[in-house]
């Protein structure tokens, strides 16, 4: 196991709503990356964060928004959630400097 | 934009044999490799990365190359085990393990 943990495991939300996903990253580390993963596909870049600050961001619209707090967890938010947002939203964490990311289990988000 | 993509969707290879997963990727400036192994509903796995500067880099059972010229890295698998089975995203980054770009993964399947 990587040390990294996420929350909820699976969640089921009708189109329209809002979600919030959790992370909580390997002890020692700084930066937390979230990914899209849809069903038979790689995952895909959504941000990453660094010391609270967003410090990258891939091809995701503005609905998609995330927090990192102090001790160095995150959040991913998600708003009007449409149907091809059903995916798994994965979170990995890296130490300062570090490249190689540690991914937690993810979370299985279904949009009905 | 740019993108990471894999030869062979899925592979199949007898208990023992080695198992060779390929991946072409298209961005020049991309300096740094991560190959992950991804269990069915768990998250990515690191497995071995490899930088711009090299072309080879060898872990337990399995080693990475990269060919620059045509943009091609490679992992291999020795004595595949039926613990390999899973499928396997080649990652690459050109931002010092920023943005990473995955490809769309290999299934491998190990045969007794």
């Known amino acids: 196991e990587t040390g990294v943990t996420q929350s909820p495991t699976h969640l089921i939300k009708t189109r329209g709503q809002q979600v919030t996903l959790r992370c909580s990253s390997q002890s020692g580390h700084n930066t937390v990356s979230w990914y899209q993963q849809a069903l038979g596909q790689g995952p895909q870049f959504i941000f990453q964060y660094y010391r609270e600050e967003e410090n990258g961001r891939g091809n995701f619209p503005p609905r998609f928004s995330g927090l990192q707090f102090p001790n160095y967890s995150s959040e991913l938010n998600v708003n009007a959630l449409e149907l091809d947002d059903s995916a798994l939203y994965l979170c990995?964490?890296?130490?300062?400097?570090?490249?190689?990311?540690?991914f937690g289990p993810g979370t299985r988000l279904t949009v009905t | 934009g740019e993108s990471v993509g894999l030869h062979l969707p899925t592979l199949s290879v007898q208990e023992g044999d080695n198992s060779i997963i390929n991946c072409a990727y298209s961005n020049s400036a991309s300096d740094y490799f991560i190959w992950y192994k991804q269990e069915s509903g768990k998250g990515p796995q690191f497995i071995i990365d490899i930088r711009s500067n090299m072309d080879k880099r060898q872990g337990q059972r399995v080693t990475v190359l990269l060919n620059k010229t045509v943009k091609h890295l490679s992992l291999q698998i020795a004595a595949t085990q039926p613990g390999d089975s899973a499928v396997y995203f080649c990652a690459e980054s050109d931002n010092y393990g920023q943005n990473f770009v995955f490809g769309p993964g290999t299934r491998l399947s190990v045969l007794p």
């Open positions: 990995a964490s890296s130490s300062e400097g570090g490249d190689e990311q540690y």
